[in-house]
């Protein structure tokens, strides 16, 4: 006996789980078919989508439209209502993590503003089906198909679409087909390298969607039917347990259609209504409902704040009317190009598709549950509203509210519960930052952990010529300059410009001597000769300048403010801070600093910051921000992961660090620009900032478990 399509699918995945756990991170290699398969689903989506709509709509008569328009219309608008108010519950199930990055371009990169216009309204169909603008796609479907509507002969045209609309879908099939393979080369990819980090997170997901699949399936849509007519819940499953439990298992709403459609009839012709039309309302209303997006899809959307949520990259409520009326139009088309322009829109990793493509083996059979009776339910209340037979009992509508309410709190709250007692992972972002060493082979140095006296100064001579005589680079360093000087777990001074003095010394054919300087006298240790060269991340400013030489910019760092996670919303724009009035914030003792914060936001009440980590360590805080680049603050999130990095809005203020040189010696200042035009143009600085300020390859990297390694002991 041959295996059913579905059984083949499941199959597949699990041989490609079991493939990933075998291989481990070996498993990578079939990456390319995973992502071919995403195009393939992808390829046919958008035409079928435009076609479809058109089609649909056009062969309606014009009193069919205006029934769907305005009746059956405002059913299906507080079917989406609802299934948008479950979706933005869903992200309440998360639980709170401890979690803090390495500094992100996407904390600098600004949003080009929301352009509804751009987005919904197509001033070329052609451009917005070529960059896969959904929402103007769909938009120029549904205007020419209501055109259709009233254009004579137009049979021709709806015959020629209907063959269009067979040869996509036979086309789709035909893709679809290969969903066992693509769906195991998936999973292969996933289980052999994702983390078990993220395999506990996309739990998560996975358990919380199928609770609110199943609470709005078996007593939210259903329960609404019972609230508003005489239909008992007990009828509907009666008539439609079966339908219901094939869509299930298949996966597929449409081979249902036809018996959904049955049992609704059914169901109005035992309510003994009047109306010659109810009856057959059902045959209008549910074909001309079904490209629109259903309940299923829409708590598909949740994904979006999963992701958002799984790469710390998390859409703010603010940001919810958007994402809620571009979700609805987008998902008039497919999931497999609506979550990828989601995820685009809101600069969420596009990465963690994969994650939903392998969750969705899962969701996709409750959503198709949830779109069942999504269809029952629309065709019962919207046959109702349209012959005017819906009942408004107040006291069973306050039941309903009542148990739903209980149900929901229940179903989120236990969820959240759970996930924090059962996925409870300790907090290790810290440890990487500690753990931290230096990537390239170091030159002999000498690290002071305290000042020690002043070298002797040749008269006449210059630094480079004192270094040589002296056999070492005299580097003074700035203590707790994180990520460019500081010391980790193993005592050892690390950090980005320590690592360029370490290169810097070693091209110049001498050994390295580091000395503390306290930043507040980083000008006066210069003038002294106490150190050649400072190299902390010192940032260049008018006053700086005009005292002491400074090199060319080596790297720019942004304005930015370190606020309590629970606060960045808040601090998002500079409107927004200037709103609160006479805040508290500590700013480093820098007079440039200081007038620039001053500037932005008169009202506030300026601290100075001489101590980073009793000022982050202080709980209650005694300032409500801390004035620090982006860059540098992320670094301290790592140790303090309550807090997070804002760059308010508008605007990117931008830094430059240089390096500080003593005795105003322009033949050394000459030979510190050349070498920093050297280090940028071979790729050293490229390097050095992807690895100390983004945090690249931080983590040591130790291969994924897996039976070919760790149990077979077949590789190393």
């Given at each position: 006996?041959?295996?059913?399509?579905s059984?083949?699918?499941?199959?597949?995945?699990?041989?490609?789980?079991?493939?990933?756990?075998?291989?481990?991170e070996?498993?990578?290699a079939l990456k390319?078919a995973?992502d071919?398969?995403v195009k393939?689903?992808q390829?046919?989506?958008?035409?079928?989508?435009?076609i479809?709509?058109?089609?649909?709509l056009?062969?309606?008569?014009?009193?069919d439209a205006r029934?769907l328009?305005?009746r059956?219309?405002?059913v299906?608008?507080?079917l989406?209502?609802?299934?948008?108010?479950f979706?933005f519950l869903?992200?309440?199930a998360?639980?709170?993590?401890?979690n803090?990055?390495?500094?992100s371009?996407?904390?600098?990169?600004r949003?080009?503003?929301?352009?509804?216009?751009?987005l919904?309204?197509?001033?070329?169909?052609f451009?917005s089906l070529a960059?896969n603008?959904?929402?103007?796609?769909?938009l120029?479907?549904v205007?020419?198909?209501?055109a259709l509507?009233?254009?004579e002969?137009?049979?021709m045209?709806?015959?020629?679409?209907?063959v269009m609309n067979?040869?996509l879908s036979?086309?789709t099939?035909?893709v679809?087909?290969?969903?066992?393979y693509?769906?195991?080369a998936?999973?292969?990819?996933?289980?052999g390298?994702m983390s078990?980090?993220?395999i506990?997170?996309l739990?998560i997901?996975l358990v919380t969607?199928v609770?609110?699949?199943?609470?709005v399936?078996l007593w939210v849509?259903p329960?609404?039917?019972?609230?508003?007519?005489?239909?008992?819940?007990?009828d509907?499953f009666?008539l439609?347990?079966?339908?219901?439990?094939t869509g299930?298992v298949?996966?597929d709403?449409?081979?249902?259609?036809p018996?959904?459609?049955e049992?609704?009839?059914?169901l109005?012709?035992?309510?003994?209504m009047?109306?010659?039309?109810?009856?057959s309302l059902p045959?209008?209303i549910?074909?001309s409902s079904?490209?629109?997006p259903?309940?299923?899809?829409?708590?598909?959307?949740?994904f979006i704040?999963?992701?958002g949520?799984?790469?710390?990259?998390?859409v703010?409520v603010?940001?919810y009317?958007?994402?809620?009326?571009t979700?609805?139009?987008?998902?008039?088309g497919?999931?497999?190009?609506?979550v990828p322009?989601l995820?685009?829109l809101f600069?969420?990793p596009a990465?963690t598709?994969q994650?939903?493509?392998?969750s969705g083996?899962?969701?996709?059979?409750?959503?198709?549950l949830?779109?069942?009776v999504h269809?029952i339910?629309?065709?019962l209340l919207?046959?109702?509203?349209?012959?005017?037979?819906?009942?408004?009992?107040r006291?069973?509508?306050?039941?309903?509210?009542?148990?739903?309410a209980?149900?929901t709190v229940?179903?989120?709250?236990?969820?959240?519960v759970l996930?924090?007692?059962?996925?409870?992972?300790g907090?290790?972002k810290d440890?990487?930052?500690?753990?931290m060493h230096l990537?390239?082979?170091?030159?002999?140095?000498?690290?002071?952990r305290?000042p020690?006296p002043?070298?002797?100064?040749?008269?006449?001579?210059?630094?480079?010529?004192?270094?040589?005589?002296r056999g070492?680079l005299?580097?003074?360093?700035?203590k707790?300059?994180?990520?460019?000087?500081?010391?980790?777990e193993?005592g050892?001074?690390v950090?980005?410009d320590?690592e360029?003095?370490?290169?810097?010394?070693?091209e110049?054919g001498v050994?390295l001597?580091?000395?503390?300087?306290q930043r507040e006298?980083?000008?006066?240790?210069?003038a002294?000769?106490?150190?050649?060269i400072?190299?902390?991340?010192?940032?260049?400013?008018t006053d700086?300048?005009?005292r002491?030489?400074?090199?060319?910019?080596?790297?720019?760092?942004?304005?930015?403010?370190?606020v309590?996670?629970e606060?960045?919303d808040?601090?998002a724009?500079?409107?927004?801070?200037?709103s609160?009035g006479a805040i508290?914030?500590?700013v480093?003792?820098?007079?440039?600093?200081i007038?620039?914060?001053?500037?932005?936001?008169?009202?506030?009440?300026?601290?100075p910051l001489?101590?980073?980590?009793?000022?982050?360590?202080?709980?209650?805080s005694?300032v409500?921000?801390?004035a620090?680049?982006?860059?540098?603050g992320?670094?301290?999130?790592?140790?303090?992961?309550a807090?997070?990095v804002?760059v308010?809005?508008?605007?990117v203020?931008?830094i430059?660090l240089?390096?500080?040189?003593a005795r105003h010696?322009q033949?050394?200042l000459?030979?510190?620009?050349?070498?920093?035009?050297l280090k940028?143009k071979?790729?050293t600085?490229?390097?050095l900032y992807?690895?100390?300020?983004?945090?690249?390859e931080?983590?040591?990297?130790?291969p994924?478990w897996?039976?070919?390694?760790n149990?077979?002991h077949?590789v190393?």
């Amino acid at each position: 006996m041959s295996m059913s399509f579905s059984n083949r699918i499941l199959v597949g995945l699990a041989a490609g789980v079991l493939l990933g756990v075998f291989l481990g991170e070996r498993a990578g290699a079939l990456k390319w078919a995973a992502d071919g398969f995403v195009k393939l689903l992808q390829m046919t989506v958008l035409p079928y989508v435009m076609i479809s709509i058109v089609g649909s709509l056009g062969k309606l008569r014009a009193e069919d439209a205006r029934t769907l328009g305005f009746r059956a219309g405002a059913v299906l608008a507080g079917l989406w209502a609802l299934a948008l108010v479950f979706t933005f519950l869903i992200p309440l199930a998360f639980p709170s993590v401890s979690n803090a990055s390495f500094f992100s371009t996407t904390l600098v990169e600004r949003r080009p503003p929301f352009n509804f216009v751009d987005l919904y309204i197509p001033s070329n169909p052609f451009y917005s089906l070529a960059n896969n603008v959904v929402p103007a796609v769909v938009l120029f479907s549904v205007v020419l198909g209501i055109a259709l509507i009233q254009v004579e002969h137009k049979q021709m045209l709806l015959d020629v679409l209907a063959v269009m609309n067979d040869a996509l879908s036979r086309a789709t099939r035909l893709v679809v087909g290969l969903t066992p393979y693509g769906l195991f080369a998936i999973a292969a990819t996933a289980a052999g390298t994702m983390s078990l980090e993220q395999i506990g997170r996309l739990q998560i997901y996975l358990v919380t969607y199928v609770l609110v699949s199943l609470l709005v399936s078996l007593w939210v849509l259903p329960g609404l039917v019972a609230a508003l007519t005489p239909i008992r819940i007990r009828d509907i499953f009666a008539l439609t347990r079966d339908a219901l439990l094939t869509g299930f298992v298949a996966g597929d709403l449409f081979i249902i259609l036809p018996s959904l459609l049955e049992a609704s009839k059914t169901l109005i012709k035992q309510q003994g209504m009047v109306d010659p039309r109810a009856a057959s309302l059902p045959d209008v209303i549910v074909p001309s409902s079904f490209n629109f997006p259903h309940t299923g899809k829409l708590l598909s959307i949740s994904f979006i704040l999963f992701a958002g949520w799984f790469t710390d990259a998390v859409v703010r409520v603010s940001e919810y009317p958007r994402l809620a009326l571009t979700g609805l139009v987008t998902f008039f088309g497919s999931l497999n190009v609506a979550v990828p322009f989601l995820l685009d829109l809101f600069r969420i990793p596009a990465d963690t598709f994969q994650l939903f493509l392998a969750s969705g083996v899962i969701n996709s059979r409750f959503g198709t549950l949830v779109a069942a009776v999504h269809t029952i339910t629309v065709a019962l209340l919207g046959t109702c509203a349209v012959t005017g037979t819906l009942t408004w009992n107040r006291r069973r509508i306050i039941r309903y509210l009542i148990v739903t309410a209980v149900l929901t709190v229940a179903v989120i709250g236990g969820a959240r519960v759970l996930f924090a007692l059962v996925l409870n992972q300790g907090y290790t972002k810290d440890k990487v930052l500690a753990g931290m060493h230096l990537l390239h082979y170091p030159t002999p140095a000498v690290v002071h952990r305290t000042p020690p006296p002043p070298p002797a100064v040749t008269p006449g001579s210059n630094l480079l010529e004192d270094a040589r005589a002296r056999g070492s680079l005299r580097v003074g360093y700035i203590k707790d300059a994180l990520p460019f000087a500081f010391f980790n777990e193993s005592g050892d001074l690390v950090g980005l410009d320590v690592e360029l003095a370490h290169a810097m010394a070693r091209e110049l054919g001498v050994g390295l001597e580091l000395v503390p300087v306290q930043r507040e006298e980083l000008d006066d240790a210069l003038a002294k000769n106490y150190c050649d060269i400072v190299m902390s991340g010192v940032a260049v400013t008018t006053d700086r300048a005009s005292r002491t030489s400074l090199s060319n910019s080596y790297l720019d760092e942004t304005v930015a403010l370190l606020v309590h996670d629970e606060d960045r919303d808040r601090f998002a724009t500079w409107d927004d801070i200037r709103s609160m009035g006479a805040i508290k914030i500590a700013v480093p003792p820098v007079p440039y600093y200081i007038d620039k914060l001053k500037q932005l936001l008169p009202r506030a009440q300026i601290q100075p910051l001489t101590d980073i980590p009793a000022t982050l360590s202080k709980t209650p805080s005694d300032v409500d921000a801390i004035a620090m680049p982006a860059e540098r603050g992320s670094a301290w999130t790592l140790m303090y992961p309550a807090y997070s990095v804002v760059v308010p809005e508008p605007g990117v203020i931008k830094i430059p660090l240089a390096f500080p040189v003593a005795r105003h010696d322009q033949a050394f200042l000459t030979f510190v620009n050349t070498w920093i035009d050297l280090k940028r143009k071979d790729g050293t600085l490229d390097t050095l900032y992807r690895y100390w300020i983004l945090g690249q390859e931080a983590t040591a990297r130790t291969p994924r478990w897996s039976i070919i390694r760790n149990v077979l002991h077949w590789v190393d």
